[in-house]
């Protein structure tokens, strides 16, 4: 199995976090019934930066020897 570098995951939580920028500002800027569309997909894009972000802190405590905490619980 390819191990993913922490960096990885970094990039991807940022480009994650610009794409639900872009969305929430579109969706301000839109007339109904589009803005609720755009508010969906920005928490979509939202939730996948979440998810990166602690695959990547789960990444880097592995590394680093800690236990990796999963779901809150350690």
Same mark, same amino acid.
């Given at each position: ?11 991807? &939580? ?7 920028? *872009?969305?929430?500002?579109? *969706? ?13 997909? *920005? ?8 998810? *990166? ?11 680093? &020897?800690?236990?990796?905490?999963? &779901?809150?619980? &350690?």
């Amino acid at each position: 199995m390819t191990t993913i570098e922490p960096t990885r995951f970094i990039t991807l &939580g940022s480009h994650y976090r610009q794409q639900a920028d *872009a969305c929430l500002r579109v *969706a301000n800027e839109a007339l109904s019934p589009y803005d609720d569309e755009w508010r969906r997909l *920005a928490a979509y894009w939202a939730k996948l930066a979440r998810e *990166a972000e602690t695959k990547c802190q789960a990444t880097s405590d592995f590394r680093a &020897g800690a236990p990796a905490v999963v &779901g809150g619980q &350690g």
